[in-house]
């Protein structure tokens, strides 16, 4: 066996699908509509470490069956910050917005940031990684081989290079926390003091973007661009 066969066989482990578990005791139970039994197993696999976006799309949709609005959107944007691309997500965001009485508001985006979104997250970081090294090595054994080949040792370095930045992008978007979630409909004051003006009444499963933190205290934005302080002890950090 060559050297590049070795590598295509690792390569090949590596994005080898590995096989998701399903509790079928959950997904039976949430089929019989009885959606707080099939909640608390999906909540104790979570409770075990398990991170992926079919389970927090399946709490989410748990918590939706349940008019848990805030809860629901909470695990849906998680699910949605492991796999942006998955429709049901979308969806199902979509409806417990409706029902949490929260407009959304996007900005327009244009074809080349939508084609770039798609692609980075079509594989997550450590697929991109393990092709980025792929890329490396050949352009690595093309070099110490002595190679006429010059042209296509640039094409996988570029590629290389290439799909590491899809990988640590990737990665970024997946650890950093910048939103959080409203679970109780509290006012956004004008100053981190509760003696201050409050701007507006946020909905309860509000989602606000982070702009700063003075103590117990987080400037942020709603969806429509309003600006206000909420405290800490008010919101969930949308994170894993």
Known sequence: MNRVSIILFFFLLCLAPSIAYTNENAETLFKQQKYQEALDLWTNELKQGKQNDALHYNIG?????????????????????????????????????????????????????????????????ILWLALASLFFSIAILIYF??????????????????????AIHREYNITKIDKVIVLDGKGLFQSPDQSSEVKIQLNKGSVLKIKDQLGDWLKVETNSYESGWIEIKNISFIKL
């Open 145 to 166: 081989k002595k190679s006429t080949l010059r042209q296509l040792q640039w094409i996988c370095i570029v590629a290389g290079i290439l799909f590491l930045f899809f």
């Open 61 to 125: 949709l748990a918590h939706l069956k349940l008019n848990q609005f805030p809860e629901s959107i909470l695990h849906l944007e998680i699910a949605l910050k492991l796999n942006p691309n998955c429709k049901p997500c979308l969806a199902a965001l979509q409806l417990a917005n409706q029902n949490a009485e929260i407009e959304e508001f996007k900005m327009p985006e244009y074809s080349i940031s939508k084609w770039y979104q798609f692609v980075m997250n079509s594989l997550n970081s």
